[in-house]
């Protein structure tokens, strides 16, 4: 990548510092930043790690087309999550249903597991691909913000921002979603 | 941003397991050199869209021999497509057309199932049968003479067809 964008910054004087240059170091400081939280946020929704990381790429590559727009965002996380979140759904509406056997190798793959043995780690696979289902048969609103809200590091003001709605709807549908939540799991264990 | 971070589901009273599954899966950690291949992914996306294909030196658009070949060109193609379609018209000959009689919907709803109208017979011309003149003779004996003859002939027809024996 130096090499290309010193060919495409070659009649740039050595003192000023090459535009393409800069941008490239602002795309990679974001990257560095908010990757992981991206990328968390893309396989909460696609279950995939393949899947996610295309996501996150995607959303770095749109970044990029709006470049220009870069410096009038105000909250860059927030809204970066937004364009990521928006890329997963559309992938997750695209693409045909998963089978839950999928869920569990990967979640089996994934989740941490010290401390437990082969089959402990493949009953709480289980187990997680079960709550998963069950929140798979939600409504898309409430089912959305459960989703962000089991992310910590975004309150609910940010969800509100993400999803363009106002926070006391958020805390509506959160209050419903996990109503909803409860008795669904109520109904599989018995 | 500061306000209100107590959108943890497990933070409220009806605390359940499906609210630790989402958040294990919500604190996952990012897959090692994710950073890198997002970077590289980016710049091997944009670099593949942003090409430009360089156009051919002995090809450029400024040369004039280049602009007269392409009018030409033009030029031909335009006559050459409009002689394909001139040759190839066929003119129209005059259709033999029988109309037919319009139908008229029958008052009241009803149809004529297709009926066909066929106009009265009309009476053929009369041929006046032309009249023999008779020519005017004077004289009487001549008509009593055959009136004579006419009766004495049919009587002796008959006769003789029924009793030709008796006469001799």
Redesign the interface.
Known sequence: ?DG?SKQRCGRASPHRKCPLRAE?ET??AL??EY??TL??VS??VL?N?ADA?DA??EA??RV?KHRDTLDEVR?RRVWLIRIVWNIVLDRKRRAKTRPETDDVAE?AR???AEGLSAEDRAAAAQ??AQ??A??ETLPAKEREV??L????E??????AQVLGIT?SS?RSR?FRA??L??GL?GRVRQ | MESSRDNSVGGGNGSVGFEESLRMIARLPAPEGLEERVIAGVRAGSGRRARILEFPAALRPGSNWMRSAAAAAIVFVVAGGGWGVYSRVQKLQAAKVITMPVRVAAPGGFSNAGAMRTPNTLNGPVVPIPVAVKPVQTGAGVPAVKKANRKVGTAMVGKSAVQPVAAK
């Open positions: 990548m290309d490239e795309l990679a990257v560095s990757a992981g990328y968390r396989f909460s279950r790690a990381e996150v790429q770095f590559l990029l909250d979640l994934v989740l941490p187990h997680h709550v998963l069950c929140v459960l989703m809200s089991a992310f910590e975004l309150s609910s003001v940010e969800i926070e958020v959160l996990r109503n939540m409860a799991l």
